[in-house]
């Protein structure tokens, strides 16, 4: 076993070794978690690089696993917390992690419900990084930018697809609420695109690693629950006009019968499509509907 400066550690480039240590310590990786290892050091190293990372740089894992990044990145002392569910997990990285002088501290439990008080408490890390597991990558990303939540730098390996609809642009098919969201706060491009080979256990689909880096400049805007809201009513019913969509939302929520005035004051065609509007059209239509009364 050998990995850096850190004893004890599995050789993390190894399927074999891995499968032994799950397997000697009666782990069973729970499938619901969605747990693959990246197996390929000099991508893990790569994606290091992508990272401005210096000692003292605070940084946030999602799923460390057997801490394979972990160990990367603890070697250029950075600051580290690391959110992990899986019990087996945890107990590993207890194991090789801690009592080593080491930054290193460890959330245990959801990071869904974890992140946003361990934010409050202490403060936002200066990078959000993590291996998401495919079944959360939407919603842990998308909870961020509901919550307001701006971080300086973050970089995501996802699904390729979910790593798609991030970096998509208006009329193009992976457009969605997702794609809207993220654009908020965040200029996304995609860094690299993984092998399936490079993950053991394999999984089905190709991986592709998002830098999301903070805007300099933002548009203003007036109500943000509520740009969150009209981003969702809009694109509820993909095959709907906006009109349709904007409609049933504003009657729904005490607005009456006020599209049209809100399309037209827009300058927006009410038989367009969400996917065609770009994101000043979602800022500009919330600030609208923002200002109306409600029960008219």
Same mark, same amino acid.
């Given at each position: 076993?050998?990995? !850096?400066?850190?004893?004890? *550690? ?14 000697? %310590? ?29 000692? !003292?740089?605070? @940084?946030?894992? @999602? ?6 990044? =972990? ?33 290193? =501290?460890?959330?245990? !439990? ?26 959360? &990558? ?6 961020? @930018?509901?919550? !307001? ?34 654009? %908020? ?7 690299? =695109? ?51 969509? *904007? ?26 499509? &969400?996917?065609?509007? &770009?994101?000043?059209?979602? *800022? ?13």
């Amino acid at each position: 076993m050998s990995s !850096g400066a850190f004893l004890g *550690l599995p050789n993390y480039d190894s399927p074999a070794e891995l499968k032994t240590i799950l397997d000697t %310590l009666g782990f069973a990786m729970q499938k619901k978690f969605g747990q693959n290892f990246l197996i390929d050091r000099k991508i893990r190293e790569s994606l290091v690089s992508f990272l401005d990372i210096e000692e !003292g740089t605070r @940084v946030w894992e @999602v799923g460390p696993g057997l801490g394979s990044m =972990t160990a990367l990145l603890l070697e250029k002392g950075v600051n580290f917390t690391a959110f992990e569910i899986d019990k087996g997990f945890i107990s590993l990285l207890k194991k090789f992690f801690f009592g080593k002088n080491l930054n290193f =501290t460890l959330i245990e !439990g959801d990071v869904q419900k974890n992140w946003l008080p361990y934010l409050k408490e202490q403060g936002k890390p200066d990078i959000f990084f993590g291996n998401l597991p495919y079944n959360i &990558a939407s919603e842990l990303i998308a909870s961020t @930018v509901e919550a !307001g939540v701006l971080f300086d730098s973050m970089l995501f390996t996802v699904q390729k697809e979910a790593a798609e609809r991030i970096t998509a642009s208006p009329d193009q098919k992976n457009y969605t609420a997702f794609s809207v969201l993220c654009s %908020l706060f965040y200029e996304c491009k995609i860094v690299k =695109t993984i092998p399936a080979s490079a993950f053991w256990p394999r999984p089905n689909v190709e991986s592709a690693t998002v830098l999301f880096k903070a805007k300099k400049d933002f548009a203003e805007y007036k109500n943000h629950k509520l740009f969150i809201k009209i981003v969702k009513a809009l694109f509820s019913s993909r095959r709907k006009n906006i009109k349709n969509n *904007l409609s049933s939302w504003m009657r729904a929520n005490g607005y009456g019968e006020e599209a049209s005035f809100v399309l037209q004051k827009a300058g927006l065609n009410g038989n367009l499509r &969400a996917e065609s509007l &770009a994101l000043y059209d979602f *800022l500009l239509l919330s600030d609208i509907i923002s200002s109306l009364d409600k029960n008219k």
